[in-house]
């Protein structure tokens, strides 16, 4: 078992910086590091081999020294497991989780890894690819980034005002699509030619029905703001537009819905050629 650094007090500067990442979604994009607290989310970025710094592990999870857990305790092996894997560890104390996390029931264990320098490289050209247009709700992103993932999409653009793509809650909903996805945002409409592939839209406005509609490979799907849709500036890029069959009488369906729909029928195309 590897050596593990002890914090004992809540006005540690690593614990005060855990507590701006769950005060504050975008806090990342300041402190240049993204916090994933829970064990899925850790298992899911070591499985895409990206490093991690550090792994924060409770005591009452932790087998080695500053630890109290039982050597028999099977969950607290995986645990200290799972956090060895990191390059650093730090032991804290589970009662002084509470101070700093995100989740009502605390996972006793957490990973810091650094934003991804890939990041910075922008929008890559010609990948099948997903643009938000001011998706708002956290538990949305997190779905469609998901069944991006899923479906075989390579890249999601945000464009200003979507979620953060990196806060707690979406890390969350994506159940580790981030780790499977090139993630670009706080993109403008004018940066979109970059894509370099056909951008794709729903709306309500056309007699062009998502079935028969002759989808292009790679494209880009535009999913829009819950209320709003997709902004008209926006919906002026798009090559193609679609409706989604709703037999049923519904006027609309949830983003997240209407992503996981327009991705699948893309993939079915893509994989009956």
Request: charged share 20%.
């Amino acid at each position: 078992m590897m050596k593990a650094q002890l914090i004992t007090s809540r006005e540690n500067p690593l614990l005060q910086r855990l507590r701006k990442h769950t005060q504050d979604p975008a806090a990342y994009r300041k402190l240049g590091e993204v916090w994933l607290e829970g064990d899925h989310l850790g298992l899911a970025c070591l499985a895409r081999q990206v490093p991690v710094a550090l792994a924060l592990i409770a005591d009452t999870a932790w087998l080695g020294e500053h630890g109290v857990a039982a050597s028999d305790d099977a969950a607290a092996k995986q645990l200290s497991d799972l956090a060895c894997q990191a390059a650093k560890v730090v032991v804290v104390p589970e009662g002084l989780w509470k101070h700093f996390s995100g989740l009502e029931s605390h996972a006793r264990i957490g990973f810091l890894l650094s934003r991804s320098a890939d990041e910075a490289q922008g929008i890559r050209a010609g990948l099948r690819s997903v643009v938000l247009d001011r998706v708002q709700d956290a538990g949305n992103v997190g779905s469609i980034l998901r069944s991006a993932s899923a479906m075989g999409f390579e890249q999601v653009v945000a464009l200003k005002g979507t979620a953060a793509l990196w806060s707690g809650k979406v890390l969350r909903a994506g159940m580790g699509a981030h780790f499977a996805l090139h993630l670009v945002e706080q993109v403008s409409a004018e940066d979109l030619g970059e894509l370099a592939v056909p951008l794709v839209a729903t709306s309500s406005h056309t007699d062009q029905l998502l079935p028969s509609a002759p989808l292009p490979e790679p494209c880009a799907w535009v999913m829009g703001h819950e209320g709003q849709g997709v902004a008209d500036a926006v919906m002026e890029l798009c090559q193609l537009k679609v409706a989604i069959p709703q037999p049923g009488g519904e006027e609309s369906l949830n983003v997240a819905a209407a992503a996981a729909v327009c991705l699948y029928e893309s993939m079915r195309r893509r994989l009956s050629v």
